[in-house]
C-alpha cells in the first residue's frame, strides 16, 4: 500500500434526511454510492459508530438508514458529518482492475507526455458526467482535469504518480 495510505478513509458527506423515518442522503467522495451497503457499520466524525441498518445508491448519493436515527429530525441533526471508516475495513479492489480509492489518488503527481510535471492531485470531484483531478500547481491556478480513461494514461500509486496525455488547450497556464 502507498504510503500515504491514511488509517481512516472518510467516505462521504450526510447531505440531507431522505424521507421522514431517519434515512439520510450520503454524498460519497467516490464514484460508488452502493459502497455504505457494504460496509455494516459508519463511523460519524464526531458522532461516534453508528450500524448501517439499511444502504442502497440512489442516483450518485446512497439512501443510509443508520441505527439510532428514526426520525427526519434526527436525520437533519447530521447533515453536514462526514462518515468514514478504518481502512482495513474498506472492501478490497481487484488488483488488475483500474480502480482506486479516491483518498489515494490525492497527493500523486501529475505528469504530462508533453508538457512534464502539471503539479499534486490536491481533491477529486465528481460531475455528472465523471470524476476530476484538481491539480494544485505552483504559482499557477488550479487544474481540472477529467479522471477518463482518453486522459489517463497510468496510475502509479507506489510511485504517487499519475501520467496523463491531455489535448491541446485543456491545462492551459
Known amino acids: 500500500m502507498a504510503e500515504s495510505a491514511q488509517a481512516f478513509v472518510t467516505l462521504g458527506r450526510i447531505v440531507r434526511p431522505h424521507g421522514i423515518r431517519g434515512e439520510v442522503r450520503i454524498r460519497p467522495y467516490g464514484d460508488d454510492p452502493a459502497v455504505f451497503a457494504e460496509l455494516g457499520t459508519l463511523d460519524l466524525v464526531g458522532h461516534g459508530s453508528r450500524r448501517v441498518l439499511r444502504a442502497r445508491p440512489h442516483g450518485a448519493v446512497g439512501i443510509v438508514l443508520l441505527e439510532g436515527v428514526a426520525t427526519m429530525n434526527e436525520a437533519q441533526a447530521l447533515v453536514g458529518v462526514e462518515v468514514g471508516v478504518p481502512r482495513e475495513r474498506l472492501p478490497e479492489l481487484e488488483a ?74 485543456l491545462l492551459e497556464d
Do not use: S
Open 96 to 169: 488488475d482492475d483500474d480502480e482506486w480509492y479516491w483518498v489515494d489518488l490525492i497527493g500523486c503527481r501529475v505528469v504530462d507526455a508533453a508538457r512534464g510535471d502539471l503539479g499534486v492531485v490536491r481533491e477529486l470531484f465528481e460531475t455528472a458526467a465523471h470524476p476530476n483531478l484538481v491539480v494544485a500547481r505552483e504559482g499557477k491556478a488550479e487544474g481540472l482535469i477529467p479522471f477518463v480513461e482518453a486522459f489517463i494514461r497510468e496510475v502509479d500509486l507506489e510511485a504517487r504518480r499519475i501520467d496523463v496525455e491531455l489535448p491541446e488547450g
